[in-house]
Nanobody
Framework: QVQLVESGGGSVQAGGSLRLSCAAS??????MGWFRQAPGNEREGVAR????????AYADSVKGRFTISRDNAKKMLYLQMNSLKPEDTAMYYC????????????????WGQGTQVTVSL
């Protein structure tokens, strides 16, 4: 069973940057994604990547600001977050699936425990 461990969260001022990392035990699944959930909100897809061919997709709210990437050899997934806004504040989760590679959380079967990102004005 693949396990995922996120790191890199923290507190930053608006306009700042953070880089999240996700370490996978075993191997990287064919599709990996980043999701976030703020208190009182549903979990939403932020970005996903096909780890075999490198294609990616982003939520409209983060396009142009966030970049998802992976290092297959190191079994690592990353999320570079630039121009952060207070509305980006949430718990961020790394997830994996061998199924449908989209931004909907339902197809993802393996989840990390999350890393908190807080953006202040």
């Amino acid at each position: 069973q693949v396990q995922l461990v996120e790191s890199g969260g923290g507190s930053v001022q608006a306009g700042g940057s953070l880089r999240l990392s996700c370490a996978a035990s075993g191997y990287l699944s064919s599709c990996m994604g980043w999701f976030r959930q703020a208190p009182g909100n549903e979990r939403e897809g932020v970005a996903r990547i096909n780890t075999r061919i490198g294609t990616s997709a982003y939520a409209d709210s983060v396009k142009g600001r966030f970049t998802i990437s992976r290092d297959n050899a190191k079994k690592m997934l990353y999320l570079q977050m630039n121009s952060l806004k207070p509305e980006d504040t949430a718990m961020y989760y790394c997830a994996a699936t061998e199924g449908v590679c989209g931004l909907g959380p339902d197809s993802y079967k393996i989840w990390g425990q999350g890393t908190q990102v807080t953006v202040s004005l």
